[in-house]
């Protein structure tokens, strides 16, 4: 059983909470803020518990190096300005002065610990450094999602050793969509694959066929499905060796009666950045030599328009074309569209899926966006989380 924050007796104790701050910074300069505004709810309903906080995270990939491009001073700047109190910036994330200014923090205070991987402890899951890391608090906290398939220190060392474990709203939001909605869906139970590669997807697809009522295929990795059905794919992204394990979930899509959707159309062009496009191709007929496939044409959003229809539960991972460009955005906006839509319950996972509901203006109009793109597809693939398993009682 996982105990969350609201649970937790946080008066006049240390909170340890383990955020996700790694956000974009140029020249000192935070690009989107959206992770650390994610993490204010957790943090204003501890404080207003009269806990003290100390705040670690990772940021980019120092290698255990210390690369001042890299601290997180500047988002301890950011976070104090969005608390409206001020936040102390810690030398490092262990040592004497660390400790000295943990132990000193009264109700209210707020500390943040400098990058953790400028130790490259923290990424081997080092128990010594999770020990050292526990010591500074009372109660640790996660609510970092988006490593929460990663058995790094922070993730899982931390909890082996601290005096009491929870998961903050952020976490517990991912559980009760993730864990408990799919644990069970409510049918029809449609699931959306896109991006480009079939490989890191195998997992989840083998996974999905056993659970959902229709399994919808789009974006490059759907190219793969393509060739294996002995249609020509011309110059587009493709996966050779895969050819086989698509026939093979193909396969056991007819044999369990899940509806297989693939496109029937194309988008194509002369590669993800051309101005315009080359026009629209059936799947059929192949795509010319020299031109790509980059989105999923009209006949194909109609396919998907049925496919969803009625549907009560969605999950939606990658988008099924290269969004990014105009020129090739329609297919993916219009799959946005049709979801949003729906009288269902709506999920949305990783990072692209997240962007491509934003610029369609619809990001509001799904149930729920996960935060974690490897720990999404990891829960997908029916594995376990370490961080999650860690936080059990």
């Known amino acids: 059983m996982i105990r969350f924050i609201d649970q937790m007796d946080l008066d006049g104790k240390r909170l340890l909470i383990r ?23 957790t943090l204003e309903y501890a404080l207003n518990n009269g806990a003290s906080l100390i705040l670690c995270s990772h940021l980019g990939k120092p290698k255990g190096q210390i690369k001042p491009e890299l601290s997180l001073a500047p988002v301890a700047v950011r976070l104090g300005e969005l608390l409206g109190r001020p936040v102390k ?60 398939h990663r058995a790094h220190a922070s993730m899982t060392g931390i909890p082996a050793f601290a005096p009491a474990r929870c998961a903050g709203f952020l976490l517990k939001k991912e559980w009760e969509f993730l864990g408990e909605a799919l644990a069970a869906p409510k049918r029809p139970y449609v699931a959306i694959s896109g991006g480009s590669k079939v490989s890191s997807k195998l997992g989840i697809l083998n996974n999905l066929l056993g659970k959902v009522d229709a399994l919808i295929i789009g974006g490059a990795m759907a190219n793969t499905f393509l060739l294996a059905q002995g249609h020509g794919v011309g110059a587009s992204l493709v996966e050779p060796d895969l050819v086989e394990e698509a026939r093979t979930v193909m396969k056991t899509a007819k044999e369990r009666g899940v509806d297989l959707v693939l496109p029937l159309d194309f988008v194509i062009g002369e590669g993800p950045d051309a101005a315009k496009s080359a026009g629209v191709v059936d799947a059929e007929a192949g795509v010319p030599e020299g031109l790509m496939a980059l989105d999923v044409g009209p006949k194909t959003v109609e396919r998907y328009r049925q496919a969803l229809s009625g549907a009560k539960t969605v999950v939606w991972n990658g988008p099924v074309g290269a969004f990014e460009n105009p020129a090739f955005a329609e297919g993916s906006l219009e799959l946005a569209k049709i979801i949003a839509g729906l009288d269902a319950l709506t999920i949305g996972g990783g990072g692209d899926t997240g962007a491509c509901l934003a610029l369609a203006g619809l990001a509001d109009a799904v149930t729920f966006i996960s935060t974690g793109g490897g720990s999404f597809m990891e829960f997908m693939e029916g594995k376990e989380l370490p961080a999650f398993k860690a936080l059990e009682e």
């Open 89 to 148: 910036m810690a030398p490092d994330c262990v040592g004497d002065e660390v400790r000295s200014m943990a132990k000193a923090l009264a109700p209210g205070e707020v500390l943040m610990l400098e990058n953790l991987r400028f130790h490259a402890e923290e990424q081997s899951g080092d128990e010594a450094f999770g020990r050292e890391l526990a010591a500074l608090c009372d109660v640790y906290c996660n609510d970092a999602f988006g490593t929460a």
């Open 19 to 41: 955020v996700d701050y790694n956000v974009p910074i140029k020249d000192g300069v935070i690009g989107d803020d959206n992770r650390i505004r994610a993490s204010l709810p």
